[in-house]
């Protein structure tokens, strides 16, 4: 049987915005190496636009945007800049450098967003839109134009200024569902309506990006293409504001396992979903959900016996999808003391993980030291291992020891010593239990006026042997830095997870600097 050749007319194109909306969700910074490694994956995975951040905000995101463009093999390299002339020069020059940049510019159009947010008129917004569009378009052939808060905007506006953005220039145009507010079927229709009323609707391509505030963003997104829209803003495992945005697997995999009724296509390699949904949630120190639709631990669990006995007579009568189309491997016990290194490098290349001579060696090395400390290493220990050492390798601040006194007898202590730009501090102190002594102790060694916002143990695996996986948030200066650290030691994942989310201010701060220093 011949396949169908595929019409460009049915064409999503997939619109990553995990860089810039998905940082915005708060504790979710990454540091300017996880964002250059994670554009990389999204290159590599077929994703047709990424939004690499949002330059004219620090030095740092201008950085990132910067080099994320010099390496894009594939994808358009986009920024986001608002209604202003400062913002659009610092975007085209930022993503210039791309084989194809994207100036992204947004600005409100709802009634209550115009007056309250930006105190100006419907005339004044669509001045204002018509000449940043222009002059975008005069610095790069492909600019975007969202409206912010769209599906709130009135329609006749609506059409009027979108109609004028597409005259100056505007190749694309995104009607975003700003605050998670409308309905599958309100919004198809929205969509559609404005796309037969728009003269020259044909001249642009219409996008769609939906937040996730009543659950409804990826049903939300798929509607809007069904409506006429031919490019979906989603971001990896639905991180972003708020409640999050339309989870790029979920839609991915909603048009591929349901083509019978979302007959569209994409580039998207599906295998590459699970390792991109991991390696966001090392970068970012978000857990994903077990129970999380496409990429959850849960995903593709059945505890139920009739369940179970279904799933082994036929998987099908229980799984809509085989774990392999997301590149899910079935958990199982790999590695041991005994195991070579071509066991772990091979392990390690069916995971998904691409490392080189050099981070090969220190994880093989790590994972030969937890082999000692951990009879059986597993698919969850190795991912563990490999994602904090990708995350902190560039880490100003290290743990090198850490002894620790507790017990039924207070107050309990610790001893530490850290690695500072590569001098060795030591110091003792004290606290009401033992994390908090261990958290003291960082404090007298690092002076810092950061907030503990959370703190969040869980284990890797099963058994009493299991590795502690901690999460700290710490809050600073408006921010909130988030960090993951594993160890079969509680106590040392907790040190490690603390320094992880104190590099990561660190980092910020001397990134952001030089912005900081030329204003």
């Known amino acids: 049987m011949t396949t169908a050749p595929k019409s460009d007319k049915d064409r999503v194109i997939i619109f990553d915005t995990t860089l810039r909306d998905g940082e915005q969700c708060p504790g979710a910074t990454m540091t300017f190496e996880e964002k250059i490694e994670i554009a990389e994956m999204l290159d590599d995975m077929g994703v047709d636009v990424i939004e690499a951040g949002f330059p004219i905000t620090s030095e740092g995101d201008f950085q990132a945007v910067s080099e994320i463009a010099r390496r894009s093999k594939n994808s358009v ?66 600019v975007e134009w969202s409206a912010e808060d769209a599906t709130r905007s009135e329609m006749d506006y609506l059409c009027r200024i979108v109609e004028a953005v597409i005259k100056a220039g505007a190749t694309t145009v995104n009607i975003p569902d700003t605050v998670g507010y409308t309905t599958p079927e309100e919004y198809g229709h929205f969509m559609r309506t404005l796309i037969e009323r728009v003269p020259n609707s044909d001249k642009a391509v219409f ?21 006429g829209a031919r490019q979906i803003e989603c971001t990896v495992n639905g991180i972003g504001e708020r409640a999050g945005n339309a989870a790029l697997e979920e839609v991915v995999m909603a048009i591929n396992v349901r083509n019978d ?73 790999v590695l041991g003391k005994h195991s070579g290194r071509h066991a772990f490098v091979h392990r390690l290349e069916e995971m998904g993980y691409k490392l080189g001579a050099n981070q090969l060696e220190d994880a093989f090395v790590r994972m030969k030291a937890l082999a000692d400390r951990k009879k059986d290493i597993y698919d969850e220990d190795i991912e563990a291992l490999v994602d904090q050492e990708i995350a902190n390798a560039h880490d100003h601040i290290k743990l090198t020891s850490l002894t620790v006194i507790a017990g039924t007898h207070g107050p309990q202590r610790a001893t530490m010593k850290l690695s500072i730009d590569g001098v060795i501090k030591i110091e003792e102190a004290e606290g009401n239990g033992p994390v908090d002594a261990v958290f003291n102790c960082i404090k007298l060694l690092v002076p810092h006026e950061a907030k503990l916002e959370l703190y969040q143990v869980h284990a890797v695996t099963e058994g009493t042997d299991a590795q502690a996986e901690v999460s700290v948030r710490l809050a600073h200066e408006g921010r909130s830095m988030t960090s993951k650290a594993s160890d079969p030691d509680t106590l040392v994942a907790s040190a490690k997870a603390y320094l992880g989310a104190l590099n990561k201010i660190v980092m910020k701060h001397q990134r952001d600097r030089p912005a900081a220093a030329a204003s």
């Open 77 to 142: 390299i986009a920024g986001l800049s608002r209604a202003n002339p400062k913002d659009i020069d610092r975007c085209a020059e930022a993503v210039k450098f791309a084989r194809r940049g994207r100036v992204h510019t947004v600005i409100a159009t709802s009634p209550l967003h115009m007056r309250v947010k930006l105190n100006m008129t419907p005339e004044q917004v669509m001045e204002l839109s018509i000449a940043n569009v222009t002059r975008a378009r005069n610095q790069i052939d492909d």
């Open 207 to 227: 996008s769609v990006h939906c937040h996730n505030d009543l659950g409804m963003a990826v049903a939300n997104s798929l509607a809007g293409i069904a409506g």
């Open 261 to 333: 009724v979302f007959p569209w296509w994409n580039k998207i390699d599906t295998t590459m979903l699970t390792r991109a949904s991991k390696l966001v949630s090392a970068a970012t120190s978000f857990p994903v959900q077990y129970n999380k639709a496409i990429v959850g631990r849960n995903a593709f669990s059945h505890e139920s016996g009739i369940h179970q006995d279904g799933v082994l007579k036929d998987a099908s009568t229980y799984e809509i999808m085989k774990p392999e189309m997301i590149g899910l491997k079935k958990s199982s016990l």
